[in-house]
């Protein structure tokens, strides 16, 4: 279809065109607007200039290759095999802190100890670390590792102490276990720092850190009270009060 001068021009008034013409080819060059300069290029052989994607050359490269070895995760992407084992240690230092915590659920819960409310806070304890040792395996499946379950140690099963009382050794315990996950977890985030993992920094960060805080200052203060009531009647008020208001 021929296009003429006049049809082009029309449209645009007070406007100025400059042509070039070879072979019976019309290209635009230049369209003077006033105050606005635009230029229109009407070839495609232009080379191109600045910052270019070229996805089908990049996808090319061995890194984002998708693998065609059996038994081989095609999700797995910049995850170190230290990272990947990294979360499995995390994983068997939950369960065990969660054993513990159902130990203490059991001798609670005795009908000679009687302490419901302190079974009730040691049974939620528990499942609350079990939650957390199934989140560290959920994103260890998504980041394409492999999920391996080390052995648990066998926790006490009694927690009577002559000077303290069983509570309060209890709770000093548990104390001391959230501390130690707290610098298991503070290692874990240095594993992924090391391997320059930013998004396994920001799970450990998101997921565990803040609430682990939380459960060592609101377990501190557990400890501080039992303290302040010693061996008698206290404790029942304090268990009475973990039973039914959830915290003392």
Not at 4 to 23: E, G, M, Y
Not at 164 to 177: F, I, N, P, Q, R
Not at 214 to 220: G, R, S, T, V
Request: hydrophobic share 40%; glycine share 4%.
């Amino acid at each position: 279809m021929a296009v003429s001068a006049t049809s082009l021009i029309s449209p645009l008034k007070n406007s100025s065109l400059s042509f070039s013409s070879c072979d019976s080819v019309c290209s635009v060059s230049k369209v003077v607007f006033p105050r606005k300069q635009f230029k229109l290029c009407a070839t495609t052989d232009v080379a191109l200039t600045g910052v270019v994607f070229e996805p089908f050359n990049e996808v090319k490269k061995d890194e984002f290759m998708v693998p065609m070895t059996p038994q081989t995760s095609l999700a797995r992407q910049r995850f170190a095999d230290e990272c990947e084992a990294a979360i499995n240690e995390q994983i068997n230092v939950e369960y065990n802190v969660s054993y513990v915590y159902h130990s203490m659920y059991a001798y609670f819960d005795r009908d000679y100890i009687a302490l419901k409310g302190l079974a009730k806070f040691f049974k939620e304890s528990s499942e609350e670390e079990r939650e957390h040792a199934e989140k560290l395996m959920h994103y260890q499946n998504i980041r394409g590792g492999r999920v391996k379950l080390h052995s648990i140690m066998m926790p006490p099963s009694e927690f009577d102490h002559v000077d303290k009382g069983d509570a309060l050794y209890a709770m000093e315990l548990a104390l001391s276990l959230e501390k130690l996950t707290n610098e298991k977890l503070l290692s874990l985030h240095s594993v992924a720092d090391r391997n320059n993992d930013p998004e396994m920094q920001d799970f450990v960060e998101r997921e565990f850190l803040a609430e682990q805080v939380e459960a060592i200052k609101k377990i501190a203060e557990y400890v501080t009270q039992l303290r302040m009531v010693g061996k008698g009647h206290g404790v029942w008020h304090f268990d009475q009060m973990l039973l039914h208001n959830g915290a003392a």
